[in-house]
């Protein structure tokens, strides 16, 4: 092996079950660079970070690192070897502090006599926040106290107290403020210039484009190829991902508002703290309306209020016969659904199957008395997730086996199943693949048609002008604008309401 490697992979081939996620795999990553590594959901990009780092293991091929044979038995090991991973869901754990979960494992660094040393567990914490330029979190605080993006941060911290030589940042970014990106952008580049390999897994493409020196694709588990920064483009890394030619047209193509005049639901002047301020609308029968603004300007809090998962101090959601929603039970018995941001930790049972999770909303509708007919359950659920197409061996396998993309099918199949006439869609394109985006849009579309209606939550200005009819723009938990569908709003108007 070339010594300009420090990592290589040769015909890494991995099978689960029935589904062939990689096959005869081969590439190369240099030291001291940012290499991006896309593809479209399932086509086994994490699969291979997995090999690389030790929590998965190829069936057949073979693996270097810095020229000698790399064969991780577990993720210790390659950390030991100064290799480690940021991954897109929540790794923190409940009931410990901040600083029990950056050194857990690692008590006994901090033991005397075989007790822990609280204080100096805190201070190395705080020390490696500080360092990553996450000051602003107390070590001493229960992790449950944190957002999640601080608990994200908290696990940046750690994997660059470890000092590692290669850095595997799997969709990180995509839970992240504005803000929490570029903190792990100077942090990316600030190991470039040392010499240190990041391998950078993300669908934003702006983002790869910016920071990438090259960028591997893969395709149902193939290696398509790799471009280098002069010759990466948005439509040929498109084209690469899916096979054929996409163009950035996957928005609806009109340019008018277009929902019927019935009136479905009302915010009336909802406030709660200083988060969300004295909020008033209205929902129209197929009518997508778009909620745009910065990360904490109030809006995913709204989402909640809205779905009744927050109770708010004044104010009140309700439909247009005084039905009022107070709690998710009322909701969903009123036919609202709630697509939440962090679908992961709100919105699956990550343990359970395809199958359970898409059910479960929808239990009423096929139990019989007392009894839930299994033939039923599976009628249901195979039914949805194949409208969705979903990616799976059969509606019994684990939703914690499938990718970003595919989770998100399996999300809205369960409201689709249940029957909901209004979507509270949080963020519904957050971290899933081009191809997976398109087919969320078009069922939006779709679902616009059959008159139901939808609230989406966006931090992304073309999905909120690509999509919505009427766009209510926040700022700290004020209403700032509202917009209505045209050829002319631009990201401009927006921006000036949000700032």
């Not at 803000?179 to 190991?191: A, F, N, S, T, V």
């Not at 679902?447 to 939550?457: D, N, P, Q, T, W």
Request: net charge negative.
């Amino acid at each position: 092996m070339q010594k300009e490697s420090v990592i290589k992979v040769e015909h890494i081939t991995k099978t689960f079950g029935l589904t062939k996620a990689l096959t005869d795999v081969s590439l190369e990553i240099g030291y001291g660079e940012i290499r991006g590594l896309i593809g479209e959901n399932g086509s086994g990009k994490s699969t291979l970070a997995s090999m690389i780092v030790g929590t998965g293991h190829p069936d057949s091929g073979e693996m270097w690192y810095r020229g000698e044979k790399h064969n991780p038995k577990n993720m210790l090991e390659s950390k030991e070897k100064k290799i480690n991973i940021l991954i897109q869901e929540n790794g923190t754990i409940n009931g410990l502090t901040v600083a029990e979960n950056m050194f857990l494992g690692k008590e006994s660094t901090f033991s005397k006599s075989g007790n822990v040393n609280k204080r100096r567990l805190i201070e190395e914490g705080s020390k490696a926040l500080a360092r990553i330029g996450a000051g602003h979190i107390n070590a001493a605080d229960r992790i449950e106290k944190l957002s999640f993006e601080d608990r994200k941060l908290v696990e940046v911290a750690v994997a660059m107290y470890n000092e590692p030589e290669v850095l595997f940042v799997d969709e990180t970014t995509t839970a992240l403020s504005q803000k929490g990106r570029e903190l792990i952008y100077k942090l990316m580049d600030e190991m470039r210039e040392a010499g240190k390999t990041i391998v950078f897994i993300s669908h934003d493409m702006a983002e790869l484009e910016r920071m990438c020196d090259s960028i591997s694709v893969l395709r149902d588990g193939h290696f398509v190829g790799t471009l280098q920064k002069e010759e990466i483009t948005q439509d040929t890394l498109k084209r690469m991902m899916i096979g054929r030619e996409l163009t950035g047209d996957y928005y609806r193509g009109d340019y008018e508002m277009s929902y019927q005049e019935e009136v479905v639901l009302e915010v009336d002047n909802v406030t709660w703290g200083e988060t969300v301020q004295d909020i008033s609308f209205q929902l129209h029968k197929g009518e997508i309306l778009g909620l745009g603004g910065l990360t904490e300007c109030g809006m995913h809090e709204l989402c909640k209020i809205i779905f009744g998962a927050i109770k708010p101090d004044s104010g009140s959601v309700h439909l247009t016969d005084g039905t009022k929603i107070t709690s998710p039970s009322s909701a969903i018995k009123s036919k609202i659904a709630y697509m939440p941001k962090d679908r992961d930790l709100e919105s699956l049972f990550l343990a359970t199957s395809i199958k359970d999770n898409i059910v479960m909303a929808s239990m009423d509708k096929i139990k019989k008395g007392f009894f839930i007919p299994p033939r039923a359950e599976k009628e249901l659920a195979d039914e949805h997730a194949g409208k969705l197409e979903v990616k799976m061996q059969n509606t019994s396998q684990y939703v914690r086996e499938l990718s970003g993309g595919n989770k998100q099918k399996v999300v809205v199949a369960k409201w689709m199943a249940n029957g909901s006439e209004i979507l509270l869609m949080d963020c519904p394109t957050r971290g899933i693949d081009i191809g997976v985006k398109a087919a969320i849009y078009r069922l939006m579309e779709q679902l616009k048609k059959e008159g139901k209606s939808i609230i989406m939550v966006s931090e992304e200005m073309p999905e909120l002008l690509g999509m919505s009819d009427r766009i209510i723009v926040m700022k700290d938990g004020k209403q700032t604008g509202e917009f209505e569908r045209s050829e002319v709003l631009s990201e401009h108007d927006l921006i000036h309401a949000m700032l």
